[in-house]
């Protein structure tokens, strides 16, 4: 990031957020980098920026559009870049039908369902392959794997990012059709040029609130620094995800960079900059309900119920790129979980994997709580009575449970909801009305264990122990290993089939003398190693030599290589001062300790450097390999004029130019032809809940948005919609410098809690003399779903917007406080006010934004609090149904169009 | 020099006249234990290699152990990622270690209960494992209703791991899983 | 203030368990929200737009937040009662040294006696105004000329050793009889040293009453040391009233014309010294503090009873009762300029328009004078 | 000029005054307030290094500050100031004419006009901690290498030092941010009338309370032209388990972590920052970075940068932190014209002296008077 040219930060407030990783930010801007920071708030970040540019929330897609927009219809794109290294000259399937055709849904737009039958996104398929057998008539359409009797709803779910991994998005055959003049009409090019052709810094001033003059300052600022001799980077965090289109969001960064060749590329890139310490690594080695370690898919009921099926599924082998090793990294990890129990006879043990059958994310999961059918829950180092969406159904979910299990520092709220929660303050419940048995264990910290955390950039630091616990604190390592331990005591006798998987488990830790378990042999597991062959236990060294007949085992193969040799290389630590910027000697990175992915692109196709400024990784002919600062993320021998046999698959099949090497066509994706359950291209929506209506087409919302229609969880009319003025103010959330998230590892620390000591909810001074807001003084803020108070700052940093010539204010809520009695600082929660509705590809809520009304003084206690939310309500006329429509009606010319496009599919692929 | 600040010849006021710090500003008035003065980042028995816990940039730690206590915990200079530095959160993390209100037992609430009780951590953890094993029974699925086989409970569910050792989320995942738990969830889809 | 008819369900006890800043932040972010309400903002932190009476034109006066530069000496009462009494104590050193010069010995007696007692409550008032009080002989630790405190730490150590003789001197002459042994090898002893001890308390008794001035005046308050020209003279001419006063009231008429004399002469003193005080204050900007709120209401009484002791004190020489009064009146005056200026240096301190607009003006001043290279601030 | 007023003013080296040989060089901070994030672990890292108690648990308010000044309880203040486009050109306009009135100052070489640059932030400074990054002349030429943009039209944007016309337009909003700090002066109010010898100085230069010592006489609270140390009140609240609030009544304030500086280490705030806001080191050098980075800012035309304490020639004798500012000092709660208040005491005892002098004649007077 140090090495960026301009850096545009948007949906992130860095500097508060991740002061430390900020200093790279400053480092740049001191060698002359322009920074510029798109934000609905003036935030300490911009402050430091060269230039603020106040956005209305949820409005990112219009402005990046735009973006993408002015390089394409100004000829400011990267073009050998474009043309080399993206999809760009892809052609894609003559059935596809665009957003704008289609009044803001793509084909295959199942009104019904909400959902989409992606087929018709595919690539167009080059005639005179070698035929795989699999779909090709003529067209070039692409089938999905497994044949076609399903419904395209039904394809839809399978194709949704839970039931694959990262980016194994899997294509039949890397045989595509490339019009390298970008004239096609159905390129890549093209159809992005069209998609976007409506998004003009006008529309940007309209739906964004930001001047046309400020478009152009920041379209220059991004011209001007990419290319052969600059690159742009672009900073995101929560800002971006927690949208009902979250992922489309990143995705139009993505295009854009693309398009400017700022990918694989020092100083460019997006940077996702996160909040947890190792939330990286637990979406690696996740603790997530739709991923394997690595990645790999959970298997789906239906879908993958063999292990033939799920690989296949994963990666097709003629595809490029390393995913076409699923088989490897699959069998290891079943091996490294069943040990001698897996063999090839029995697909290693592929059945003992549960099987999901849609979405099982903490939100369907708190619904679950609520309809009785989740008896006990583990929290772990969470928050959710604070930090999650909805904080009311969080809280109402943990009472229906029998059983909670907290494992924290402190006495959180989770802990602490049935006694000390909002709803028994306001007399809805009480302690003798809830039933859970509530188990708080004691966490040890980061001191008292040893073990990884894997940073944002993907790095591997081990952290040693520095004392010991004491009394019952206890690390998760230890208290997992001991429940584990003690389950399979339980069973040992039982000759129940469905216990196989826990009895056969690999679960012989060994323990020092405390009895702690060595998380060194965990990490060395995860690491994998040889159980035959005359280097049988043996650490292994690559993931590469991963095998898929059982003969290596390995917990998460993209981890392989953190133990190569033997040795921890996540202990590294070679001072910084004694290394070069990449310091690869500090921890390890994965795969392979690259630090920057597709480094490849940092070269053109030719593997000179793009320039001497920008030199990174670049192919050096005389010893015939890849050599440069960093690793490099690509076959280091392939010379850069290799051109694969067009029948081969995985890494064979990578061209010497396809510096994307985890896409299985090797190119950067501008459209998507598989992955994005909501659309090929991001498109603009408004929010759920947005005091504007979506001036792009009548489709309001995200069409395929997960939506729960329920009466705990409303929604206030959006745009012109009746009602929508009782909740007429846009308000966001977001965190301080001085607070971590919920607060469990903030607000019981005197020294960070006198800091912000308490809720407090930033105003403009137009909004506040509108409403007689008073600095200093208490507002209640009310939202469909709840009603929180908080003291009010009135500020210029807060600017009321002008869209579609109204006045828009933005209220900022910081989310830090909850309501409890054990911490230093309480206050009410910002995410109260929050309903639940998810991105529908990666199952995000919605936080980022909502709409509500605020007025002075103090929220009212006891019954009268739900009586001002229901008296809302009522005057909102906002029912279950109020925003739950997944389509908007449409004229009946587009409503047949759009038929069109779905039908279309289902009598071409037949219907069961 | 002990002596001497004990007895007259160590007052101040002698000191001043016959230093060159007539006016009593510097040398002539420093009490012993300002001569003395130790650093606990010098007299730590030892010091241990950290990450911070709080964000995922990953700043260096060094934490600073006298006695089996955490000390001082300060940012790692050698760090090519924060070179030292960290913010407020980072800085206050020896606070976060020795917090005076850290809970270190095990609290048990029954249900209906007004109160938490105190239970023995062995105790507890087989109450847990009691009730995970009911609990996975309660909730098991052994197939979809189309008779497809799903082999899985949705008795039980867990949410955390993204301020938890790789090490620690490997163990939950492969327990769980095993179990045939699914609802397994973190801050990452918060 | 809030406008919700809600608030009266919030028990007013919550939140109120944690501890609060004391009401000074409450004052400054009242001050903040005041301005909230106004035109130019809450972002301008101008110090809640303190225009009226400005003192040096032209300046244009901002703050951070109105909140003080500044800190205001952490003194209670303890200390002006202390410049008080100490005063007392000097003057009553001088009478007593002089009557003992001049023969009469109830004057002599009765303000030996005021001396030694004042002495002890000073020393007490002293010691309880410390932090630590325990720790009150540290203030023996040093000799620290750059610091009036312990200049006068010595001064008060050396005025209260002479006290002490002159006291047991007149103490042992109260003693029924003349006895031998140790008990009249002391007595003796005290004889001998009662003269030098009455001189030594002579000459330490006017820096005891001077010192207190310098005590305030090197300090930051803006107040006191824009006052340091005068507030000497202020000082010793309260110490003299004050002290004389104070033997009006407990000596015979007949003694008492020294202290009249005295009381007189202090009077002049005190109001001329305090006329030149108040005129360079005006100049300076800061004599606010000095005639508005409590400070003001107790400098216009005293000055009120001073000049009417003054003129009682003419009258005294003829009638016990005046004398009663009017020394009553003179030791009042005295008290209450002690604490009026004392308050007033206090409340300079708070207030960051008196510590920002001096500065400023002078700071312009020496630059119009082309002074230009001592400014805290530069541009290289 | 006498012994005593050679100590209480003017260019000094205060270890060498205080009685120190072979003293190891007088260390100080330098603020560089233009890129100050107002993260405040400069707060948390002093608090926890010197355990010091909560400081109180309210709101203000007044932006995003909540720990209002420095005091006993806080030795590091971060301070926050949102200025409209008003304020900001007459901070801007402030410091030009502070050139103007000839103190000195920096001419723009030619090539600013042309820089590009940036109208609403501050360029960063390059502070990198030691072998870390590269060093400032190399980053300036490179910068100064890739900087081919053209200029903004900013005509209507003022002009910079010399006259030549701004180049960034001027921002409608700025958040001032600065960490405030103990000044540790040349000449220390607080440590000359310290009457106990609690307060010294130290061979670095700094000046440090022995909390064993002082007694709480609360002197030099009053006695700090820039309202920094203060006597810790009974009523702060622990942040320990024991319920223990050290050194009640004692006077606190910011020790350049002498403790730290006696093993040679960085003091914890200055470790911490995020951004190299906060530098420390040789005094000397920080003067010496400070200057150059005022010039730097002024090159590019923001003329509302200026120093804070690089002056020996004050009414402090310089300061051992200095600060870069971007408006006047009393906007950051600073004072404009500190003065030792003791660089005056010589004149004021003597005035004292002569009132004691007349009261003893004025007794004499009445003694007598009364006699004739």
Sequence with gaps: MANADCIIIEGSNMAECHPVGFQWVSEAKARGARVIHIDPRFTRTSAIADTHVPIRAGSDVVLLGALINHVLSNDLYFRDYVVAYTNAATLV???????????????????????????????????????????????????????????????????????????????????????????????????????????????????????????????????????????????????????????????????????????????????????????QGSTDIPTLFNLLPGYLPMPMVGQHDTLEEYLTSISSPRQKGFWTEADAYTASLLKAWWGDAATAENDFCFDYLPRLSGAHGTYQSTMAMIDDEVDGFFVLGQNPAVGSAHGKMQRDALSHLKWLVVRDFQLIETATFWRDGPEVASGETSPEEIDTEVFFFPAANHVEKSGTFTQTQRMLQWHHQAIRPADDVQSELDFFHELGVRIRERLKDSTDERDRPLLDLTWDYPTDEHGEVDAEAVLREINGYHVTGERAGEVLD????MRADGSTAGGCWIYTGVFAGGINRSKNRVPGQQQDDVAPEWGWAWPMNRRVLYNRASADPQGRPWSERKKYVWWDEEQRKW?????????????????PDPDAGGPAAIAGDDPFIMQADGKGWLFAPKGMVDGPLPTHYEAQESPVSNSLYTQQSNPSRLIYARKDNLWSPSGTQPGSDVYPFVFTTYRLTEHHTAGGMSRWLPYLSELQPEMFCEVSPQLAQERGLVNGDWATIISARSAIEARVLVTDRVRPLTINGHTVHQIGLPYHWGVGKDAVVEGDGANDLLGVVLDPNVQIQESKVGSCDIRPGRRPRGEELPRLVAEYQSRAGTTVETGTEHANPVPEDIRRRRAATLTSDESEGGSS | MASKDTTFLGWPVLRQLASGDFLGRGTSVTSRRTRHVEARTTTADRVVQSVCPYCAVGCGQRVFVKDEKVVQIEGDPDSPVSRGRLCPKGAASEQLVNSPSRQTHVLYRAPRAKEFQRIELDQAIDMVADRFLEARQHGWQEFDDKGRRLRRTMGIASLGGATLDNEENYLIKKLFTAAGAIQIENQARI | MTTSAFDSYRPPDEGGRRRRRPSLRDNVSGAARSMARGSSGWLTGDGGGRREAQAVPDVEFSSYYGRSVVKPMPWKHEIPAYLFIGGVAAGSGLLGTGAAATGLDVLRRRSRLTAMAAVAVSGGLLVSDLGRP???????????????????????????????????????????????????????????????????????????????????SDTATPLWFESRRHLPFVFVGSAALAASGVQMVLSPVAQAGPARRLALLGVASDLVAMHRLESQLEEDGVREPMETGHAGRMLRTAKALIVAGGLGTVLAGRSRAVAVVAGAALATGSALTRFAIVDAGIESAKDPKYTVEPQKARLEQRRAQGTVDDSIVTVR | MSYLQRQLGGRTDPAQDAGWQDAPGRKGFFTDTSICIGCKACEVACKEWNAIPLDGLALSANSYDNTG??????????????????????????????????????????????????????????????????????????????????????????????????????????????????????????????????????????????????????????????????????????????????????????????????????????????????????????????????????????????????NDDDGVGGTGSVFLLLDEPEVYGLPPDPVCATSRLPEMFRTAGYAGLGMLGAAAVAFLGGRS
């Design chain 1, 93 to 279: 399937n003559e059935d596809f039908v665009d957003t704008e055709d289609l009044d803001g849904v793509f084909s295959g737009y199942d009104p019904q369902t909400g959902k989409y039958d992606m087929s018709s996104w595919a690539y167009a398929e080059g005639d005179g392959n070698g035929g795989d057998g699999n779909g090709g008539d003529g067209d070039g359409k692409v089938e999905e794997p497994g044949g076609g009797d399903e419904h395209g709803s039904e394809k839809s779910d399978r194709a949704a990012p839970h039931s694959h991994g990262a980016a194994g998005a899997p294509m039949e055959h890397a045989n595509v059709v490339r019009d390298e003049t970008l004239q096609h009409p159905r390129s890549v090019f093209q159809i992005l040029k069209r998609h976007y052709a409506r998004y003009t810094p006008e529309m940007v001033n309209d739906l964004c609130g930001i001047p046309v003059h400020q478009f152009h300052e920041i379209a220059k600022a991004i011209a001007e620094n990419s290319g052969r001799e600059r690159t742009t980077c672009f900073a995101y965090a929560l800002g971006w995800t927690q949208h009902s289109l979250g992922a489309q969001f990143i995705r139009t960064a993505a295009i854009l960079q693309l398009l400017m060749g700022n990918m694989g590329r020092p100083g460019g890139g997006i940077m996702a900059l996160r909040g947890h310490a190792s939330i």
């Design chain 1, 542 to 545: 690559k993931f590469v030599d």
């Design chain 1, 627 to 643: 050599v440069g600062k960093d690793v490099p993320d690509f076959p280091i021998d392939r010379d850069p004029s290799f051109r």
């Design chain 3, 134 to 216: 325990e720790r009150f002989l540290n203030m023996l630790r040093t000799v620290k000329l750059t610091s009036p405190m312990s200049v006068g730490t010595w001064i008060f150590s050396g005025y209260s050793a002479f006290t002490g003789v002159t006291t047991a001197a007149e103490l042992a002459r109260m003693l029924p009889q003349r006895s031998s042994g140790p008990v009249g090898t002391v007595l003796r002893l005290l004889d001998a040293v009662e003269t030098p001890a009455g001189v030594g308390q002579a000459l330490f008794a006017a820096p005891l009453a001077a010192y207190t001035s310098v005590l305030l």
């Design chain 4, 69 to 310: 000044d420095l005091g006993a309880s806080t030795w590091r203040h971060v301070a926050f100031v949102e200025q409209d486009a008003d304020r900001i050109a007459a901070a801007r306009e402030s410091g030009r004419r502070l050139v103007e009135l000839g103190m000195p100052g920096v001419g723009a070489p030619a090539q600013a006009a042309t820089q590009g640059g940036a109208p609403a932030g501050y360029g960063v400074l390059p502070a990198p901690v030691e072998d870390h990054g590269p060093s400032l002349g190399d980053m300036l030429t490179e910068t100064r290498a890739f900087e081919d943009r053209s200029p903004e039209d900013g005509a209507s944007h003022g002009t910079t030092v010399d006259g030549t016309p701004m180049v960034g337009a001027l921002p409608e909003f700025r958040w001032l941010m600065a960490s405030d700090v103990c000044k540790h002066c040349t000449h220390a109010g607080c440590l000359d009338v310290c009457p106990t010898g609690a307060l010294f100085r130290s061979e670095h230069g700094t000046v440090v309370v022995q909390a064993d010592i002082c007694n709480g006489c609360g002197y030099c609270v009053g006695a700090c032209p820039f309202g920094v140390i203060e006597r810790r009140s009974d009523a702060s609240t622990t942040v320990r388990g024991d319920g223990h609030v050290p050194n009640i009544g004692i006077a606190q304030k910011c020790t350049l972590c002498y403790d730290r500086l006696q093993h040679d280490q960085t003091p914890a705030c200055a470790q911490t920052c995020p951004t190299t806001s906060i530098r420390f080191g040789d005094r000397d050098d920080m003067v010496e970075a400070a200057r150059a980075r005022v010039s730097q800012l002024h090159e590019q035309g923001f003329t509302e940068a200026r120093l804070y304490g690089a």
